[in-house]
């Protein structure tokens, strides 16, 4: 069953039910799903998981990878890197997922959304929403874990905000050397420039790419970015 608009644009509609029917996210969720011909919003996630770009974006990450994934807000890109999460636990590797944008409840209400139970991973996935995070605090925290774990970190624009924080292509350098020594595939969630215009190009590119602070993106081996349900892959 084809659905009326990306999951994004529905979770969105779900969102604002919450807002404005004071009605809790899960009801909300299938509220949403009844509309689009779904019994639950499980439902509806679980159909849409088949078609979701995850699983083959995922198939072709490698360890040692360090990953730039980009979009506009509203358009997929926390729940893409979940869902990568959630494909490396598929293949029984570990992943952790680095946030300063939201809180733990959040996260685990974006696992909702895409149809996982988060409990059924157990050790394996990992969340740290610590306002201590970065690149040296990542590289801490994963200074033992196995070859192959997914780190995804949200969001790269964040990572100097603090005076005191390395400069932010000192951290990069960090990540990408923590992902090749450790052989972990490092996802790096990114904000676009609000200059992109869609109407011009349907998927933004790595000059979209919101750099508040100079950045060499030639750090980053892969880059992903998403619109309206499209994805764009390439090599940098």
């Known amino acids: 069953m084809k659905l009326s608009a990306p999951i994004p644009v529905l979770k969105r509609k779900a969102r604002l039910l919450v807002r404005t029917g004071h009605m809790p996210l899960h009801q909300a969720l299938d509220r949403v799903a009844a509309e689009e011909g779904f019994g639950a919003w499980s439902l509806l996630a679980a159909t849409s998981a088949a078609t979701r770009p995850a699983g083959k974006l995922f198939a072709r990450l490698a360890p040692g990878d360090m990953v730039l994934l980009g979009a506009r807000p509203g358009q997929g890109k926390t729940l893409m890197g979940l869902e990568l999460a959630v494909e490396a636990m598929k293949a029984g590797q570990r992943s952790t997922f680095f946030t300063l944008e939201y809180t733990e409840k959040e996260v685990l209400d974006r696992f909702r959304a895409i149809g996982v139970d988060r409990a059924q991973f157990g050790v394996l996935f990992e969340l740290d929403s610590s306002d201590a995070i970065n690149a040296e605090h990542i590289a801490r925290r994963m200074a033992t874990a196995p070859r192959g774990t997914v780190v995804v970190v949200d969001y790269l624009q964040l990572l100097d905000q603090k005076r005191d924080n390395p400069e932010l292509t000192e951290q990069v350098r960090t990540l990408k050397a923590l992902a090749r020594d450790k052989g972990l595939i490092v996802v790096m969630i990114s904000q676009i420039d609000r200059s992109y215009d869609p109407s011009t190009k349907a998927v933004p590119d790595l000059g979209d790419v919101r750099l508040p ?15 309206q349900g499209e994805m764009r892959f390439h090599a940098v």
């Not at 602070?213 to 619109?227: G, V």
Request: some cysteine; charged content about 25%; glycine content about 0%.
């Open 213 to 227: 602070n100079p950045l060499d993106l030639r750090l980053f081996d892969k880059a992903c970015f998403l619109n």
